[in-house]
Nanobody
């Protein structure tokens, strides 16, 4: 069984920073892609950033230059550094990963979500 556990959400003022973490655990053989999505109230879930192994990340236009995604492969962990936060960044942020486990083929996994609120 594979699990993704997120941490680091919270309340921050506009212009502030937060760092999200997501650790994958369980019977993991290979992690191909790790990503962050977000879903604001009344809106569809959208891709924020994704990273493949040690490559550079890909970002949604709305967060380019403000957010940075990174991975620690030794810890099976992905991070999202969020700077210059805006009220429109308020959403539930979800970790996502494409993982091959030892007892099944590659599957898509999701974390439980962490709330990020940007407000003065």
């Amino acid at each position: 069984q594979v699990q993704l556990v997120e941490s680091g959400g919270g309340l921050v003022q506009p212009g502030g920073s937060l760092r999200l973490s997501c650790a994958a655990s369980g019977s993991i053989s290979t992690i191909y892609v790790m990503a962050w999505y977000r879903q604001a109230p009344g809106k569809q879930r959208e891709l924020v950033a994704q990273i493949v192994s040690n490559s550079n990340g890909n970002y949604a236009d709305s967060v380019k230059g403000r957010f940075t995604i990174s991975r620690d492969n030794a810890k099976n962990t992905v991070y999202l550094q969020m700077d210059s936060l805006k009220p429109e960044d308020t959403a539930v942020y979800y970790c996502n990963a494409l993982i091959r486990s030892f007892n099944r083929g590659a599957s898509d996994y999701w974390g439980q979500g962490t709330q990020v609120t940007v407000s003065s």
